[in-house]
Nanobody, 118 residues
């Protein structure tokens, strides 16, 4: 059974940090590009960061460059998003996404809420 389970969300003050984790199971993790997306209330889901299957190339939304870092551990079947210097506009539900490098078959986790507020 294919599964992505996010964790690590919560309430943090502006300027604070959080580390999101996504645990993968039921598929060959190392064959998938992994990404983090987010969706704020009333807005479309947007790409935050993505990382190639071997972990050699990344892509970030302009709004998070220099503050967020995506990483993966293919031995542990996990992907992470380190978020520093958080801003209120980072408030959203964050979703983990996996896409197969060849077939482009993809699937989503259930999401984790991040709230940045004083």
């Amino acid at each position: 059974q294919v599964q992505l389970v996010e964790s690590g969300g919560g309430l943090v003050q502006p300027g604070g940090s959080l580390r999101l984790s996504c645990a993968a199971s039921g598929f060959t993790f190392s064959s998938y590009t992994m990404s983090w997306y987010r969706q704020a209330p009333g807005k479309e889901r947007e790409l935050v960061a993505e990382l190639t299957s071997a972990g050699t190339s990344t892509n970030y939304a302009d709004s998070v460059k220099g503050r967020f870092t995506i990483s993966r551990d293919n031995a542990e079947n996990a992907v992470y998003l380190q978020m520093n210097n958080l801003k209120p506009e980072d408030t959203a539900v964050y979703y983990c996404n996996a896409v197969h490098v060849i077939s482009k078959f993809g699937f989503w986790g259930q999401g984790t809420q991040v709230t940045v507020s004083s």
